[in-house]
């Protein structure tokens, strides 16, 4: 299979007043198409900023970065932010949806900035919010959704403009272990579909979801191991399927 | 992102903050309002001001006793005062200002004086003006009621007088003034007529004065040096011409210092010159409070940029670029100013309209003004949004979705 992403001795240094914080220090790893990839690590490994980096958030210090072909580790701003828009989507661990508004519209905007007309917005958006099980919460505030279904219009929201690759941050680190299947199980569906699936956590047994785990330790890989018995999901289906019942049974409190 | 969505995301984060918006905008709508209301009265008193001297009649010309320049940027000069020794006037020059017109008929003198007037137990202090029968010729005056006083009348000293309808309302209380008498420093003048009604110019009450023949004037206030003399062009087109020909009789007789001619031009040019002046300074203090009231968006932007510094990383994630935001926090700040603007308008017309209504003066609101304090509004928006937009579009993503 072909690496959808290639780091290159990847390196990242931050300043912090005199001292300088090495992060990263050559990182080189290649993400292969269709893969479900987790990267694991105690905090302050640089699991983070490996993600944020290949995610195209932020620029590394040296070292080359290929996503979908394109090489951007010397491209600008705006140039990374349309390959954040178009290629990647989104999923953190503290959902991060714009407060007073609608679920509907946290799922269009990144259609908005893609430059989509919005009857198109509107339409795929709601189909979206359909897809994770929240036809009948189009118009609620972030405010007004559990934690699940919260992290439920994140998914939405990162797969509206379907993009080749998904990054998921702790995505199950606000949970509770209920929610936390429900979106396991919708991250893998997803994979299942052959979206590459890049994951950062620190709980082995939500990484065990994946085909393939690299770990982290000061700023370096130190360890990588393919995944023989994989982790699924179970009798989450009905779990979800029970929610869309008419009456929201439970509506499951985070 | 097309222009707009960015106005329909602007609108909706505006909404989601209403009263701090209503607040930002506050600023914004005193200042437009004020603009506009304060340059509207100042033109409304311009027209205003214009209008009763034009009705003073464009051939009129005015002879006063002392020296008098009117123009603005030197200082208003007058030396000497009518009332005074300086005063060397006499009913000599009345004639000598007609005869440089070719007609006595265009010259009349102004013997004025404020005096108490007594009719029954009612007093009222008014102005009498001792004048010739051709007065309301030169003046362009009318009575109502009545007539004013004939040529035999004036040389034979009579005691008749014409009163203002002010004068009427307050020494007569609706009855018919007609050849009722009123008593003036012990003498009794015959009500001959009511001149016409000529409203108020600002404060001075045109209402108010009252006419007696010169000959009655001189005995009653013992001196027969004339405070004015007016005098009627032969025609529109001759006012120049006719005015150098007064000029140049009296310089026979007095020096510089002792007399001015003013024509209605002269004054109309005078009081134009200074209505502009109180305009543009009214409109510059109202300018001011706009001002403050953009220094007031751009707090709030500022202010506003720090708070929702998560939400431009939630949008620069997603894919926004840095334009993107910039436009949305700018159009923000126009949007903000624009609404704010719209709604001074609207409440400057509503004062305006307030003020006609409640002071019976006149403001007028004109077009240009009202386009010219939106634009500026605008301009406000613009050049007070772009710096918060430029903080807020330079935001790193990372950093921004950490922030707390």
């Known amino acids: ?254 | 992102m097309k222009i707009f969505e960015s106005i329909m995301t602007a609108l909706l984060a505006l909404r989601a903050n209403k009263l701090r918006s209503m607040l930002t905008m506050l600023g914004v709508i005193i200042g437009v309002g004020s603009i506009i209301l304060l340059v509207s009265l100042g033109s409304g008193a311009r027209a205003e001001i214009t209008q009763s001297i034009q009705g003073l009649g464009s051939n009129l010309m005015m002879v006063v006793p002392f020296k008098l320049e009117l123009s603005m940027g030197t200082n208003i000069m007058q030396q000497g005062s009518p009332m005074t020794a300086l005063n060397k006037f006499t009913p000599h020059t009345v004639e000598d200002v007609g005869k440089a017109l070719g007609s006595s008929e265009l010259a009349s003198p102004e013997y004025q004086r404020s005096v108490y007037m007594n009719a029954g137990n009612t007093r009222f202090f008014g102005t009498i003006i001792g004048t010739g029968y051709n007065e309301f010729g030169v003046r362009a005056l009318a009575a109502t009621t009545g007539r004013f006083f004939t040529k035999a009348e004036e040389e034979s000293g009579r005691h008749v007088i014409v009163i203002g309808q002010t004068v009427a309302d307050a020494l007569f209380k609706g009855q018919d003034p007609i050849d009722q008498f009123i008593n003036i420093k012990g003498r009794k003048f015959k009500v001959i007529g009511i001149q016409e009604k000529k409203g108020r110019t600002m404060t001075f009450d045109m209402d108010a004065q009252s006419w007696i023949p010169s000959t009655a004037a001189i005995s009653v206030f013992g001196s027969d040096h004339p405070t004015m003399i007016t005098a009627k062009a032969t025609s529109t087109n001759s006012v120049t011409i006719d005015a150098k020909r007064i000029r140049d009789k009296l310089a026979k007789t007095f020096s510089t210092d002792e007399f001015t001619l003013i024509t209605q031009s002269d004054i109309l040019g005078f009081a134009q010159s200074i209505t502009r002046i109180l305009t543009y300074l009214l409109g510059g203090v109202a300018g001011i409070s706009l001002l403050v009231g953009g220094i007031g968006i751009m707090n709030i932007m500022l202010v506003s940029v720090t708070e929702r510094t998560r939400e431009v990383g939630i949008r620069k994630a997603v894919g926004a670029k840095t334009r993107d935001i910039l436009l949305q926090f700018l159009v923000e700040a126009v949007v903000l100013s624009l609404v704010g603007g719209t709604i001074g308008v609207m409440i400057a017309i509503g004062g305006a309209w307030l003020y006609q209504s409640l002071v019976h003066l006149k403001a007028q609101v004109t077009i240009w003004i009202v386009l010219l304090a939106f634009l500026f509004s605008m301009l406000v928006g613009v050049f007070f949004g772009v710096y918060p937009a430029r903080q807020a579009s330079k935001l790193d993503p990372i950093e921004s979705l950490r922030y707390e």
Do not use: W
Request: charged content about 20%; aromatic content about 2%.
């Open chain 1, 1 to 254: 299979m072909a690496g959808i992403i290639k780091a290159d001795n990847l390196v990242k240094n931050y300043t912090m007043g005199d001292t300088v914080v090495e992060a990263l220090r050559g990182v080189s790893l290649e993400v292969n198409a269709g893969e479900f990839l987790v990267i694991m690590g105690a905090s302050g490994s640089g699991k983070s900023t490996l993600m944020h980096i290949m995610g195209c958030l932020d620029h590394p210090t040296s070292g080359t970065l290929t996503v979908d072909g394109d090489d951007i580790s010397k491209v600008n701003d705006n140039r990374l932010a349309e390959v954040r828009n178009r290629k990647i989507g989104f999923v953190f661990q503290k959902f991060n949806l714009l407060a007073r508004t609608s679920a509907l519209t946290n799922v269009e905007l990144p259609l908005l900035y893609a430059g989509t007309g919005a009857i198109e917005r509107h339409r795929r958006a709601t189909e979206a919010l359909n897809n994770v099980g929240l036809g009948h919460r189009l118009r609620h505030y972030p405010s007004q959704l559990s934690g699940g279904e919260q992290q439920r219009v994140a998914i939405a929201r990162a797969l509206i403009n379907n993009p080749p690759i998904i990054m998921a941050d702790e995505p199950t680190g606000n949970l509770d272990t209920r929610s936390g299947i429900e979106i396991m199980t919708i991250l893998q569906e997803l994979n299942d579909k052959g979206i590459t699936l890049v994951m950062v956590t620190h709980e082995r047994e939500v990484a065990e979801h994946g085909d393939r785990i690299v770990v982290l330790r000061d700023g370096a890989i130190v360890g990588q191991e393919a995944v023989t018995e994989k982790r699924v999901a179970t009798n989450v289906r009905t779990i979800i399927e029970g929610e869309r019942m008419p009456s929201g049974a439970g509506g499951s409190q985070a």
